[in-house]
């Protein structure tokens, strides 16, 4: 049992032995955090730096993906008396009119691997989902993926509902997507957008830095 194991796992996709391993190493009385951070996030960090250098992809960062979820289930029961926060909650979605949801979902999967709590909405989001939500509380960002350029002013919609709703200063509005432009992003005024889900991940974390 060892931390490289662990890592082989995730990188091969093995969801059985990384569950086990990481089983293993609860079992001995590693301190939660060290497994978390040394034996899950840290080889999720190195697949999201491959697949922005194109070392490695999509396929590849799914099955890694679901090798650490599996040993993060095993994790979870333990994380509250550890003492374990997540880095921040983050709602997702693809936008209303888009029915795309790919890209999204490896977009979830990354923001978990960095240690987000995550609320997939899943596809055709409206604004109103999106407000109804960041009202009742808990919600760090908003994440809206959107594929076609028709779905594309779905995010600025939204944008608007939450200033509408006086909503907006309470929460980080994040945008990606194929069509989807830093300029568009400035333009609708969210606070980051992403190409990739590797940098949503980073954009997610320094959002929440500030
Ligand atoms: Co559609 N489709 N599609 N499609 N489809 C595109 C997007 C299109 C470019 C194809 C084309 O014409 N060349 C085109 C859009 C043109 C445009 O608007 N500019 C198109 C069209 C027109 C349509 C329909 C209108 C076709 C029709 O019915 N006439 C229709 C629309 C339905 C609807 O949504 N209302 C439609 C339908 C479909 C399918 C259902 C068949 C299927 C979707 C299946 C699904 O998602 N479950 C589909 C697919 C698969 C595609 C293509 C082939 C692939 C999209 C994809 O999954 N890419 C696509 C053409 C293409 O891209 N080559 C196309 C892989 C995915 C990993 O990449 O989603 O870009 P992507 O995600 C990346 C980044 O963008 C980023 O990170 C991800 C990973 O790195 N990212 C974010 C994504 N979201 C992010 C959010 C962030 C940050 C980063 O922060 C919140």
Redesign the pocket.
């Known amino acids: 049992m060892s931390f490289e194991a662990l890592h082989k796992a995730i990188y091969d996709g093995d969801a059985a032995a990384a569950a086990n391993i990481t089983k293993g190493f609860v079992a001995s009385g590693s301190p939660i955090r060290e497994i978390l951070e040394q034996g899950l996030i840290a080889p999720m960090s190195v697949v999201g730096e491959k ?1 922005k250098a194109c070392e490695v992809f ?1 396929p590849e ?1 799914i099955i890694s993906a679901k090798a650490m979820h599996s040993a993060l289930a095993v994790l979870e029961p333990h994380f509250s008396k550890s003492g374990i926060r997540p880095l921040g909650t983050v709602v ?1 979605g ?1 936008v209303k ?11 979830s999967m ?1 923001l978990k691997g960095a240690g987000f709590v995550v609320e997939d909405f899943g ?2 989001v409206g604004p109103q989902k999106f407000v109804d939500r960041v009202k009742r509380g808990g919600v760090d960002i908003i ?9 594309m002013g779905a995010m600025a919609d939204t944008v608007s509902s939450l200033r509408g709703a006086g909503l907006r200063e309470g929460v980080k509005v ?7 432009t830093q300029e568009f992003a400035s333009k609708i005024g969210a606070d ?9 991940a980073d ?2 974390r320094d959002l929440l830095k500030r």
């Not at 009119?97 to 977009?107: E, Y």
């Not at 994440?143 to 779905?151: D, R």
Request: no cysteine; aromatic share 4%; hydrophobic share 50%.
């Open positions: 697949f999509i960062v997702i693809t009119g888009d029915l795309h949801d790919i890209g999204k979902n490896i977009v990354m596809i055709d994440a809206m993926s959107s594929l076609l350029t028709t779905s994040m945008v990606g997507g194929a069509p989807v980051a957008y992403a190409s990739d889900a590797a940098t949503a954009k997610a």
